[in-house]
């Protein structure tokens, strides 16, 4: 059967919307995937991608700017991601930027988040290996929860039996809790630190009294405040320096005195150094004794004699009268 006009107006129409949607569709799918603009790659490598695909987005402060172009597994534990980013982003990356493994909101897709770098150094080259950070997975977070739990569990246990031994009476608390004499003890004591809180409170205030008194003239230290007593003072120093010269001189003609006789000056040297001047004078002092002796047995023999008997009596009476006075 052959198509009318009308019918073959509304089959182009169809085909020309069809091929423009499809078109369309074509240049958005590109454009998101990065088909049609200047790209570069760039490389990060993980020890886990966490379901990361291929073709997944790539972005930098939150903005898209690439896809995940390839995932190559280079050994157990090292994992190349190249991505495929926007020539024009090249500059702004810089080599201490850092690559993380995000997810796109709490349950999206998982995505490559780059993290702008501190410092000052240069933008990254086209193949350049970023640095990167490994994403907690989702196992090590269910592990690390079930030992918490595990050890809250152990915890409560504890506590648990804790506070039976309190309610028991037993241990350090306990003891404190249930025992009446013990806490009259401690208020006894509560009280004991407030009357000594308020009795050095009193000593404090009595001190900056004491301490304020000091400029009163009445005391010591006022009274050296005073400009008279100061010149006073003064004065009396000034009299000790001069004494202090004037001891200073006699110590110094001692000195020379004492030097004159170490080097053989003056008559202490020639008394003291002379041998035959010793012997002189020990030789006269022996004469003097002896002479000494035989003057007081002349003077006995003299008391007996009957011409100066009477003499010699009355001077002993004379001594006694005195005596008795």
Known sequence: MEKTATQKIRLGLFVIIGLTLFVLAIYFIGSKQQMFGKTEHLKAVFNNVAGLQLGNNVRYSGINVGTVRDI????????????????????????????????????????????????????????DIIQSNNRVRTDDMLATLNVTN??????TIELLKITNDINKGKGTIGVLLRDTVMSKDLKETIRNLRITSEKTSQT?????????????????IGVL?????GNKIRRVITNLDASSQEINKVVSNLNVT?????????AINYLSNDPKLVTKIDSTMTNINEASKKLNENLEALKSNFLFRGYFKKQEKAKKKAAKK
Do not use: C, R, Y
Not at 204 to 220: F, P, R, T
Not at 225 to 229: F, L, Y
Not at 261 to 266: F, M, Y
């Open 72 to 127: 190559e597994i280079v050994n157990d534990t090292t994992i190349l991601i190249d991505m495929q980013i926007d020539e024009a982003i090249f500059s702004h990356i810089k080599k201490d930027a850092v690559a993380t493994i995000g997810s796109d909101g709490l349950v999206g897709n998982v995505i490559i988040n780059i993290i702008p770098g501190k410092g000052n150094l240069p933008a990254v080259q086209p193949g």
């Open 225 to 229: 405040k005073d400009t008279i007593v």
């Open 150 to 155: 595990q050890n809250a569990a152990q915890l």
């Open 258 to 266: 004492i030097l004159n006789i170490k080097e053989g000056k003056g």
């Open 204 to 220: 404090m205030d009595h001190l900056n009294k004491q301490i304020a008194s000091l400029d009163n003239k009445d005391n010591v």
